[in-house]
């Protein structure tokens, strides 16, 4: 199995079913009585409650007169629960149930509770025509469109509602009521703390606009026609959108050898993520070091990959790593070089895997846009796969002042550069895409075309503070001033869609990296739906350019570094989104970005990779390499020493703000009750107690 698919086992043990078993998903006393109401009105007296735990569901109605027979993938010793498997499709094992609960008897309800969610996309489509060959008229199913607990450890596909209705029409339902047994949704507040932190970050995105309908949601059904499985498995799968990960793994050839994928800097997950699609799930493991991590960025990341059962080692110091077991194995970093703590975490831990037989990739994770002072970049990784030429020429050619010297930007020989693509880039070409529509869940005949807006702050970076108030009510006036556009705003990965809450919500999605990681929605599928790209000068230029989507670039203050591109007021850019004559020029620009920074880019990605890594190494382990691992190693040890010595400053420096304005409210305050009527009444009587307190002392 791949790396990308939900082990079941890695998190349903016995320990959980023992739980189900003591427990139910559902309030006893108002889910039960509902059901049971429904069974009257549809003049059934029979359930079959599929995925059901221990029967708990079942015991509760069979009280009232209502026989029952229950389902679930591991049913317990001694219990009368029939095991099955609702994520694999088998005629027999469903002719097993069939013959179970007797449709010769009569009339029955069909359930489904608290499981779908828990499905592995790969797995939907057999999961719904399971449930289409149970049921004999009447289903009635649970969905949550939110992540679980613990990191949504447990919910493996988070669709919108109306995506999930289009499923089960593929199957030949048909849609009787939403959101019935509507006194057993739950709307609430989640409380804050780090167990539910994830949560409440995706209530403040609420990508899907759902969250006010409160959940599970709970939905009937009727099976009105068998639909032919084969093309109603295709559909599905466009629709929860696993169907092009087939040409992925038709291109990719993985061998036996182990994969070890380095996370050390949020960024990375983007560029690691799309590998998981092609690599088995027992040749994989993943390398984090949490200090380079936004956390949580971390906490998704580290459930999606539990929930996956890959094997994930976190890591403080490269020396504990297993490198006796890596020797011959491959290592993939997505953001490593010799500039910055965050890419320095990932020098590192290359450099060392080199030494102990690892052949080391480094995907390109953006542009360099200028030098930096008084460093050099270079990379400690084997081979380097790029989007083309651009990195070489601009870090080998161009010149900066070092120590009263001109020195080229990098270091990065030819025999180091492979310029094949990107994986991300390369999941860009393979169509088709459910539309945003089918991935957001909004109507998409309010809307005449889509617009992402990306959006980074600066955070005083050059001397500039982009992202403010003023900001985003430039932001919100823009969106309001277009209700026929869909506005996808996408922060970037080190920001929140948080600090855009108060934007128009009627047709905005506050789409941000976490919110992704937790859907396990990457924006390589969502920016070919995408009509207009606006953003700031940044690598989603050509993100955007891949796919062949204007651009329009807005000033932000900062330098603009990279070639070709002209950027206009945020204030202007209204009119590129009526302007058709604009819209022309604006994709000559994403042309010529292409063109300029993404020429190796296309659909055989996976091809040109699989190749390369059956060609033997051409830098061997040498003097250079040990040298570099050896200066690596103390670099971290320097730079961890002096991040920790600034990062005790700046909470210094907090803790002196923080005393600053308390001292300035006390002085406010201290004025305020002088002025007061009741501080000149009182004068009398502080002069008598302050003569008093005086004779005492004396």
């Given at each position: ?8 086992a890695a998190i349903y ?10 427990h139910t998903s559902f ?305 993939i970093s997505g953001a ?363």
């Amino acid at each position: 199995m791949y790396a990308c698919v939900t082990d079941y086992a890695a998190i349903y043990n016995d320990a959980y079913r023992k739980r189900r078993g003591e427990h139910t998903s559902f309030d006893r006393t108002v889910l039960p009585p509902l059901i049971l109401s429904y069974c009257r009105q549809i003049e059934c007296s029979r359930l079959l409650d599929v995925s059901g735990g221990q029967g708990g569901l079942g015991r509760l109605l069979r009280e009232q007169g209502i026989e029952s027979v229950t389902t679930d993938v591991s049913a317990l010793p001694g219990s009368e629960v029939i095991s099955f498997d609702l994520s694999r499709f088998s005629e027999a094992a469903v002719d097993d149930i069939l013959q179970a609960i007797d449709p010769t008897k009569g009339a029955y309800l069909t359930t489904c509770f608290d499981v779908l969610e828990h499905i592995d996309r790969e797995h939907v489509s057999d999961a719904v025509s399971n449930l289409q060959r149970l049921t004999n008229r009447y289903l009635a199913v649970s969905i949550s469109t939110r992540p679980s607990a613990h990191d949504n450890l447990l919910h493996a596909t988070l669709l919108p509602i109306q995506t999930w209705i289009r499923v089960f029409e593929a199957v030949g339902f048909r849609l009787v009521e939403l959101d019935a047994f509507s006194p057993a949704i739950a709307r609430r507040a989640f409380p804050v703390n780090d167990e539910l932190k994830l949560i409440n970050r995706w209530v403040a995105a609420d990508i899907f606009a759902d969250v006010s309908a409160g959940e599970p949601r709970y939905i009937i059904f009727e099976k009105v026609a068998a639909k032919d499985r084969s093309s109603a498995s295709s559909q599905i799968n466009l629709l929860v959108d696993v169907s092009y990960r087939a040409e992925k793994r038709r291109q990719f050839s993985h061998g036996a050898r182990g994969f070890n994928l380095s996370l050390h800097h949020h960024q990375e997950w983007s560029l690691l993520r799309p590998l998981l699609d092609v690599i088995p799930r027992a040749q994989a493991r993943f390398l984090v070091r949490p200090e380079g991590v936004e956390q949580d960025t971390l906490r998704a990341v580290r459930s999606f990959l539990t929930r996956c059962g890959v094997q994930v080692i976190e890591y403080d110091d490269v020396r504990e790593l297993p490198w006796s077991e890596m020797k011959g194995e491959v290592l993939i970093s997505g953001a490593e070089s010799s500039v910055g703590w965050g890419h320095l975490l990932g020098y590192e831990t290359a450099a060392i895997a080199r030494l102990h037989g690892c052949t080391t990739y480094l995907l390109q994770h953006g542009i360099w846009p200028r030098a930096f002072e008084h460093r050099v970049v270079t990379f400690a990784s084997e081979r380097v796969l790029t989007w083309g030429r651009e990195d070489e020429h601009r870090l080998n050619e161009r010149v900066h002042r070092f120590i009263s010297t001109d020195v080229p930007w990098g270091a990065f020989p030819s025999e180091q550069a492979f310029p094949i693509g990107s994986a991300k880039f390369c999941d860009q070409q393979f169509g088709p895409f459910p539309g945003l529509d089918i991935q957001f869940g909004h109507d998409p005949s309010k809307f005449e075309q889509s617009v992402l807006v990306g959006v980074k702050d600066l955070r005083g970076r050059w001397g500039v503070r982009n992202i403010g108030a003023e900001f985003v009510e430039n932001l919100g006036a823009l969106i309001s001033a277009h209700p026929t556009t869909l506005f996808v705003i996408r922060p970037h990965p080190s920001d929140s869609a948080e600090t855009f809450s108060t934007l128009p919500r009627s047709n905005t999605v506050l789409f941000d990296n976490l919110a992704g990681i937790v859907a396990d929605l990457p924006l390589s599928r969502v920016l070919p739906n995408i009509d207009l790209v606006l953003t700031s000068p940044s690598s989603l230029m050509v993100d955007a350019a891949v796919s062949s989507i204007p651009i329009s670039v807005y000033d932000t203050g900062q330098p603009i570094e990279f070639d070709g591109i002209s950027v206009v007021p945020f204030e202007a850019i209204g009119d590129h989104i009526r302007s058709g004559t604009s819209m022309m020029n604006l994709k000559a620009m994403s042309e010529q970005i292409r063109g300029r920074y993404a020429e190796a880019v296309d659909d055989t990605f996976y091809s040109k990779f699989s190749g390369l890594l059956e060609e033997p190494s051409r830098n061997p382990v040498d003097q250079y390499v040990a040298a570099s691992a050896s200066l690596a190693v103390q670099a971290v040890e320097q730079a961890r020493t002096a991040k920790e010595a600034s990062d005790e400053i700046a909470a210094l420096k907090k803790q002196l703000v923080q005393v600053r304005e308390r001292m300035t409210t006390l002085e406010h305050e201290n004025v305020a009750m002088r002025n007061s009527t009741g501080w000149r009444i009182s004068g009398p009587l502080r002069n008598i107690i302050k003569t008093v307190r005086g004779r005492s002392r004396s």
